[in-house]
């Protein structure tokens, strides 16, 4: 297996993605291979579009965790190629604080 470059960009809001916290420059074609998030309330939901905006035709990810506030986190890592997102990322929280995106351009 090769090295790759990776990136990670934080959220804690919905929103489009950052290439770095705070910078206002969004991700554009990018593979995602691993998501971190804490939950700030019970049954925290993430979902990952694939595109500047929550369309549910787009979702490419969506999982649910946390039984409570701070408890449960959340740490996926997604095998081989990753995740495409051709079109930039869009990600929508509900009862999550934080959520840290493990990507590559």
Known sequence: MSPTDVKSSTITSSGRVESYTGSGSYIARARLFA??????????????????????????FQVK??????????????????????????????????CTLVWQA
């Open 35 to 60: 998501v971190n998030a804490n939950p700030s309330a019970a049954e925290a939901v993430i979902k990952i579009y694939n595109g500047t905006s929550a369309v549910a035709a787009s979702i490419v």
């Open 65 to 98: 965790f946390g039984s409570a506030a701070e408890t449960d986190g959340l740490d996926i890592y997604i095998p081989q190629n990753g995740i495409l997102c051709p079109a930039g990322i869009y990600v929508a929280l509900t009862n999550c604080d934080s």
